[in-house]
C-alpha cells in the first residue's frame, strides 16, 4: 500500500519551453502533496505544499509563476516548469500524505523526475 | 544545529559487517524524526518514524534510536547485505509552523560481496 508515482521518469527539454510533471497516489486519497527538488549532493528541498481544491503554498525563494503547482483531486497534482532554463535543471520529486494527516505522518514519495534544460 | 545533518556521507562496508550512521537535528521544537532507505531509480522507502525521547525502532536487520534531548538518531544495519546498499535519508518535523519535513543530505551506503 501508499504506493505513488511520478511521470515522466527523464525529460530533457529545450530552453524557454514547458514541462510537466505528475504525481499520483495510486492506492490512498492525499489531501496533501509536496514538491520538493534535490540538485547535486545537496538535500530534498520543499517547494511548495500542494492542498487538494486550494491554492499551493510556495516555499521562500520559490518562484510560483515559474512553478506551476495544480492538486485538482485528491490523487493528482501536478507541477509544471514554465519556461525553463539551463537553471532548472535538476531532481523532482513528490510525496503525499493521507487524509489522515498530522506531524508525524507519514510521506511516500514517488519515484522522483530528472529534468534537464538544453 | 540548526539544519539536519548525517554523517558519514557515504561508506563502505563487507557484506556480513555491522554497521551505523547518525542523524543530528535541531532539538527545540522537536516532533517527529524519518528515516528512509532510497535505492537508485527508486522510491524512497518509509523505514520508521520515532518521536519519544529513548524511542527504539527495528525492522529486521535494521534499527533505530532516537535522542530528542540532545537531537541525535542512530540507524543500526546488523550483518550487512548487498541488498542494503542504498541512500538512508533522515527527516525532522517540529512543533511549530506548517508540518513539512527537513531533509539530511543522506547517507551512500555501499556493501561489498
Known amino acids: ?118 | 544545529i540548526l539544519n539536519v545533518e548525517q554523517s558519514p556521507q557515504s561508506l563502505h562496508v563487507q557484506e556480513g559487517d555491522s554497521t551505523n550512521f547518525t542523524c543530528s537535528f535541531p532539538s527545540s521544537n522537536f516532533y517527529a524524526l524519518h528515516w528512509y532507505r532510497w535505492e537508485t531509480a527508486k522510491s524512497p522507502e518509509a523505514l520508521f518514524v520515532m518521536t519519544l525521547n529513548g524511542d527504539e525502532k527495528k525492522k529486521g536487520r535494521i534499527s533505530a534510536t532516537l535522542n530528542t534531548k540532545e537531537g541525535y538518531s542512530y540507524l543500526y544495519i546488523k550483518g550487512s547485505q548487498p541488498e542494503d546498499s542504498a541512500t538512508y535519508l533522515c527527516a525532522s518535523t517540529t512543533t511549530s509552523g506548517t508540518y513539512k519535513y527537513i531533509f539530511g543530505t543522506g547517507t551512500r551506503l555501499k556493501v561489498l560481496a
Open chain 1, 1 to 118: 500500500g501508499a504506493v505513488v508515482s511520478q511521470h515522466p521518469s527523464w525529460v530533457i527539454c529545450k530552453s524557454g519551453t514547458s514541462v510537466k510533471i505528475e504525481c499520483r497516489s495510486l492506492d490512498f486519497q492525499a489531501t496533501t502533496m509536496f514538491w520538493y527538488r534535490q540538485f547535486p549532493k545537496q538535500s530534498l528541498m520543499l517547494m511548495a505544499t500542494s492542498n487538494e481544491g486550494s491554492k499551493a503554498t510556495y516555499e521562500q525563494g520559490v518562484e510560483k509563476d515559474k512553478f506551476l503547482i495544480n492538486h485538482a483531486s485528491l490523487t493528482l497534482s501536478t507541477l509544471t516548469v514554465t519556461s525553463a532554463h539551463p537553471e532548472d535543471s535538476s531532481f523532482y520529486i513528490c510525496s503525499a500524505i493521507s487524509t489522515s494527516g498530522g506531524r508525524g505522518e507519514t510521506q511516500y514519495f514517488g519515484p522522483g523526475t530528472r529534468l534537464l534544460v538544453l
